[in-house]
């Protein structure tokens, strides 16, 4: 039986600890979800799972964090597009990627996708919001920037520019 302990962040000592105990079916279920063995007693089959979930452990620096590869240098706005699916800009990379998540047993990690880059008069992106296959985002208006509402197809092709600052328009 494993013993799962719960800490608070920054604390050494666990404020709850319980044993879970999975059925013989989860268990051959989760072992072929990683490609591992199904050779062996109930106990070696649950001492695999366990050796390789504490692999994954060592692997993680940031625990509270999902763990994104290639990993974002500067992620700002973020937007749910499904379940599994995130769209996050970038202001370091200039860019707006898809983050598709995966569960693997320890915590969460996500692969990053570059959708689009940032169009050259957009230094960052304030939010972001998924319609349909229609990502939209907002710039703010900077010293050497113009802010405006914009739009991409998930599907792909051009940034469009839907509005651009009023008060630029005029000059």
């Known amino acids: 039986m494993k013993c799962i302990s ?3 962040r920054g604390e050494e000592k666990p404020i709850e600890r319980y ?3 999975i059925s013989v079916t989860e268990l051959e279920s989760r072992l072929r ?3 591992l063995s199904l050779e062996g007693s109930v106990t070696t089959l ?3 799972l366990a050796q390789h979930l504490e692999q994954i452990v060592r692997k993680i ?3 509270d964090r ?3 590869e290639p990993p974002l240098r500067n992620p700002t706005a973020l937007c749910v597009a499904s379940d599994e699916v995130l769209v996050c800009g970038d202001d370091e990379k200039r860019a707006i990627f898809q983050v598709t998540l995966e569960k693997d047993g320890v915590t969460i990690r996500g692969k990053s996708l570059k959708l689009v880059d940032y169009p050259a008069e957009v230094a960052a992106i304030e939010s972001l919001a998924v319609s349909g296959w229609l990502v939209y985002f907002v710039s703010a208006k900077g010293p050497r ?3 405006g509402l914009y739009s991409f197809n998930l599907a792909g092709g051009p940034v469009d520019v ?3 600052d009023q008060f630029l328009l005029r000059n």
């Open 66 to 68: 999902v763990q994104i």
């Open 61 to 63: 620096t940031h625990p």
């Open 46 to 48: 649950r001492q695999r």
């Open 19 to 21: 044993k879970a105990r």
């Open 6 to 8: 719960i800490y608070r």
């Open 162 to 164: 839907l509005l651009r």
């Open 145 to 147: 920037t113009v802010g």
């Open 33 to 35: 979800a990683y490609n």
